[in-house]
């Protein structure tokens, strides 16, 4: 295949749930029946089915035909989520050469940070705007000459920095400037400053960044007719980004599917699994963290024509239906990819094999 190169708000309970906590839920449930009302509205006056009997206060319950996966909000808190992406890398400069002659080269990346969120206005009936602030975040690289430029990583360089985004109650992300503008600014620190032999971009993981906050409620916010709910073993269907350790753009193709809802104490827990393809295309609307031309250093920038050839994985996701919000997240797979050598007059057939994790977790507050 031909490469294009071209999310849970949060309330956490410990059981112990007083008037105000009674009165806040109240007013959060009756905001979301009044926006799953307006959906069914803009829908045609869809319905869940002869009798919604579990549905209780416009979420769902196990119990329920149907369950409506919203994004709730409360003003002022904060809950935070810890990310890592791991990318095991082997290069195989020539798959044809004898085994004997040991030419794979393996290197291994990972990024883990800590962000928090903040509701600072919340619109029950419409979109709230949250602030997230980047408490942590290291960058580590071990094998490969990658390794040697891991201090300078530029996605470091969102340590303690914020950005605020609009979200509606579906998790879609209706207002993004300020993150696409914080990439950007990550992706300018990620050339050489030194110019005088033309733009030099070093190795850098702002791809992983970028999967982590761009898509953080895909899974709820891509179902097509949010109105309707949705059902035990149903499927939707979305993109996500595929980071890299190379300059291209790619997107695979997901397939959600609500496989269980499982009842517990304090909520009940929707179980969404998903299963990855590779896509044929990249929305533009996807932030691009470079711009003009310029040469990568490294083992990536040296090889070019890179073509994916297979991608396949799967993942699941706990989403908490009662308050909202994403538990935990992992997301796998394995992308095979050619490559092409320049002109030098060597012949070799360069292959990649990328196995990638990408796994997001709810902290205690």
């Known amino acids: 295949m031909q490469d294009t190169n071209d999310g849970s708000w949060f309330s956490t309970g410990d059981g112990k749930v007083?008037?105000?906590?009674?009165?806040?839920?109240?007013?959060?449930?009756?905001g979301a029946i009044l926006v799953v009302f307006l959906l069914a509205l803009s829908a045609g006056c869809r319905t869940t089915g002869d009798d919604p009997g579990g549905i209780e206060a416009g979420k769902g319950t196990p119990n329920g035909d149907r369950v409506f996966l919203t994004v709730d909000f409360q003003q002022g808190q904060t809950l935070r989520y810890r990310f890592v992406s791991n990318r095991e890398i082997a290069l195989d400069w020539d798959p044809n050469a004898a085994a004997s002659q040991n030419r794979v080269q393996k290197q291994v990346e990972q990024l883990e940070m800590v962000v928090a969120y903040?509701?600072?206005?919340?619109?029950?009936?419409?979109?709230?705007?949250?602030?997230?602030?980047?408490?942590?975040?290291?960058?580590?690289?071990?094998?490969?000459?990658?390794?040697?430029?891991?201090?300078?990583?530029?996605?470091?360089?969102?340590?303690?920095?914020?950005?605020?985004?609009?979200?509606?109650?579906r998790g879609k992300i209706v207002d993004a400037a300020e993150l696409e503008a914080f990439i950007k600014k990550m992706g300018a620190k990620a050339f050489r400053a030194d110019s005088s032999r033309g733009r030099v971009k070093e190795p850098d993981m702002i791809g992983d960044f970028t999967a982590s906050q761009w898509f953080l409620w895909d899974s709820v916010s891509s179902v097509e007719l949010p109105?309707?709910?949705?059902?035990?073993?149903?499927?939707?269907?979305?993109?996500?980004?595929?980071?890299?350790p190379m300059v291209i753009r790619q997107a695979r193709n997901v397939t959600y599917t609500?496989?269980?809802?499982?009842?517990?104490?304090?909520?009940?827990?929707?179980?969404?699994?998903?299963?990855?393809?590779?896509?044929?295309?990249?929305?533009?609307?996807?932030?691009v963290p470079y711009a003009g031309r310029f040469q990568m250093s490294g083992t990536f920038g040296f090889l070019g024509g890179y073509q994916v050839l297979a991608l396949q994985g799967s993942g699941q996701e706990l989403f908490d239906i009662d308050a909202g919000r994403v538990l935990k997240r992992a997301q796998m797979y394995r992308m095979e990819m050619r490559a092409s050598l320049p002109p030098m007059g060597i012949r070799a057939n360069p292959h990649l094999t990328i196995d990638q994790s990408l796994t997001m977790e709810l902290l205690n507050p």
């Open 18 to 30: 007083g008037a105000e906590r009674v009165k806040a839920r109240v007013l959060r449930n009756a």
């Open 118 to 169: 903040t509701a600072l206005e919340v619109d029950p009936y419409g979109v709230s705007t949250v602030q997230a602030t980047c408490e942590s975040i290291e960058a580590r690289r071990a094998g490969g000459p990658a390794q040697r430029t891991v201090a300078n990583d530029a996605v470091q360089s969102a340590r303690g920095k914020t950005f605020t985004f609009k979200v509606d109650s």
């Open 227 to 244: 109105a309707e709910g949705v059902g035990v073993g149903q499927s939707w269907v979305s993109k996500l980004l595929v980071p890299t």
């Open 258 to 287: 609500l496989k269980e809802i499982r009842a517990g104490d304090a909520a009940a827990v929707a179980v969404i699994e998903s299963a990855y393809s590779a896509a044929d295309a990249v929305p533009a609307a996807w932030p």
